[in-house]
């Protein structure tokens, strides 16, 4: 039972443009939503997060949207950059456990 | 401050085999998780250490078990290796489990099972 989905597996954005991917839960019961930045051979790090009590948290190019009612979450990038090119996982908790979506393999194209 | 290491880097084994894999979390980071990647599936949560205590477990067969030692190094094993069990695995540290943590991911353990 996936609690967490990505549902594009793939994007492709120029460079210079906005590059949105979206991610979407089924517990209420999460009050606390990360998303990560995964490269080849390397684990997953660290992004951007946000509380429940939030519904928009910016880091640079980097702003996270959360939509409670619509249990949807949203990383949005820009400008998007070619270095920006890899696999992005959305993860939720409720303090007890994380859920992690599938991911979304993002290319930026120069 | 050296982050989460996991070794070894790469693995081959083949069916029926029994392997281990070890995690040394970021220095003071308590809470020790793992996860297995696998293509289209995502991160699927196996387990949890936290005091050399498991406190949660993943919907993963018995083949897979763990634990952590006093000085919060983890290790995961698997018996009886599957060709099914071929997987990035990874470890995560955190300084202790609860809400609004970060998890710290190593750079995972290729395991190829043949």
């Known amino acids: 039972d996936q609690q967490v989905k990505q549902n594009s597996p793939s994007l492709s954005v120029q460079e210079g443009r906005i590059s949105i991917l979206n991610c979407d839960y089924t517990n209420s019961m999460f009050d606390y939503f990360l998303w990560y930045k995964k490269y080849p051979a390397e684990g997953p790090t660290f992004l951007i997060s946000i509380s429940s009590i939030k519904d928009k948290n910016e880091d640079g190019r980097f702003t996270v949207f959360l939509n409670k009612s619509a249990k949807h979450l949203s990383l949005h990038i820009v400008p998007s950059q070619p270095g920006d090119s890899a696999v992005y996982f959305c993860a939720a908790s409720t303090g007890n456990q994380f859920y992690f979506g599938t991911g979304t393999s993002l290319t930026v194209i120069p | 401050k050296a982050g989460v290491t996991q070794t070894p880097r790469y693995l081959i084994k083949t069916r029926g085999q029994q392997v281990t894999l070890s995690c040394s979390p970021i220095?003071?980071?308590?809470?020790v998780s793992w996860y297995q990647q696998t293509p289209g599936q995502g991160l699927q949560f196996l387990f949890e250490?936290?005091?050399?205590?498991?406190?949660n477990k993943g919907n993963f067969p018995g083949r897979f078990s763990g634990r952590q030692f006093s000085n919060s190094r983890s290790e995961m094993n698997v018996s009886t290796l599957e060709l099914g069990d071929s997987a990035l695995y990874l470890c995560?540290?955190?300084?202790?489990?609860?809400?609004?943590?970060?998890?710290?991911f190593g750079s995972g353990t290729q395991l190829s099972v043949l």
């Open positions: 250490y936290f005091s050399e205590t498991q406190r």
């Open positions: 220095s003071g980071h308590r809470s």
């Open positions: 995560a540290s955190s300084l202790a489990p609860g809400q609004g943590v970060k998890l710290f």
